[in-house]
């Protein structure tokens, strides 16, 4: 599913948060039949608990806090440590290199999934996985590829109800620092990860809601949303061919999407997880282009056959 943090925040248009709600909802009672044991998150960061001090690709959490952005959860996550240190293991043991954190600090995009599907954040045991989606240089799509492939074959082994989340939004490029834009202060902070103070906060906050009304109204410099693109990418995953991703270079998906459609890989690495274990079909199907919420938004659901 995506997240937004429009979704908690002033400015979306009461119609819009209902039909995204009645989609949402949808996915809950999915997930209220599964009754899942444990839950694993493929999601991504935006500088609240990943910096270019040093950034991995992926990244396995034994211990997660919420750190409480536009209004999630904040405090500790219910994480199993002994499975997400296995998990590790079998991932590694597969060939693929991923990061561990003892001491991981999650945001908004893997909280609020936690929230909308269960109400609380810390209703059910999750292993965070982070997936950098923003930070350039990323790798390949086809890694994200082999990271889920991985997670999911260890999954496949053990004796529990996993519910898989992929987080991300599709097509949009809302207003995310970067290296070579990003004024001295703001530097400092995806570099080194300087805490943020209450009133920065807020500014960004309120900065995000400036950006959105701007964007829906038309009067922005933000890349538009692309719904054909949206589309296109939903075929792939409704169809299960997952290594035509493989074929979409970086480029092609921030030219199509924008800079912050790189979320797709969470999509794409919660998908194989699931395929790991056998042919999958999607069942909750949902989209809508949301220019108040800058965003592609999308939810899937999706069961072995």
């Not at 599913?1 to 995204?20: A, F, K, R, T, V």
């Not at 930070?135 to 999911?152: F, S, Y």
Request: charged letters at 20%.
């Amino acid at each position: 599913m995506s997240h937004s943090p429009l979704l908690n925040l002033p400015g979306p248009s009461q119609d819009l948060l209902e039909d995204i709600e009645g989609a949402i909802a949808r996915a809950r009672d999915f997930v209220k039949d599964f009754r899942p044991d444990l839950v694993v998150s493929f999601s991504p960061d935006h500088y609240n608990g990943f910096f270019y001090k040093a950034m991995p690709p992926f990244c396995i959490g034994t211990h997660a806090s919420g750190v409480g952005d536009y209004g999630t959860f904040a405090g500790p996550l219910d994480v199993p440590e002994d499975l997400a240190n296995d998990c590790a293991r079998a991932v590694l043991g597969a060939g693929v290199d991923v990061a561990v954190s003892v001491s991981m600090d999650v945001d908004h995009g893997t909280v609020q999934p936690l929230e909308k599907l269960f109400g609380d954040a810390t209703a059910r045991q999750v292993i965070p996985i982070f997936v950098n989606a923003v930070a350039a240089p990323l790798g390949p799509l086809h890694r994200c590829r082999a990271l889920g492939t991985a997670v999911g074959g260890y999954l496949a082994g053990l004796d529990k109800r996993v519910l898989v989340l992929g987080s991300g939004g599709l097509s949009h490029s809302p207003p995310v620092p970067t290296l070579a834009t990003a004024p001295p202060p703001v530097l400092e902070r995806i570099v080194h990860g300087r805490p943020m103070t209450p009133e920065q906060r807020q500014a960004r906050q309120l900065a995000v809601i400036d950006a959105a009304r701007s964007f829906a109204a038309g009067d922005s410099a933000l890349q538009a949303l692309n719904p054909a693109w949206d589309h296109r990418f939903l075929e792939i995953i409704d169809s299960g061919m997952l290594s035509d991703f493989d074929q979409w270079s970086n480029s092609f998906v921030e030219h199509e999407g924008g800079s912050s459609a790189q979320e797709i890989r969470t999509w794409v690495a919660a998908f194989a997880a699931l395929a790991a274990a056998g042919p999958y079909e999607t069942t909750v199907r949902y989209y809508k282009p949301a220019p108040d919420l800058i965003a592609g938004f999308a939810v899937r659901t999706a069961v072995l056959k």
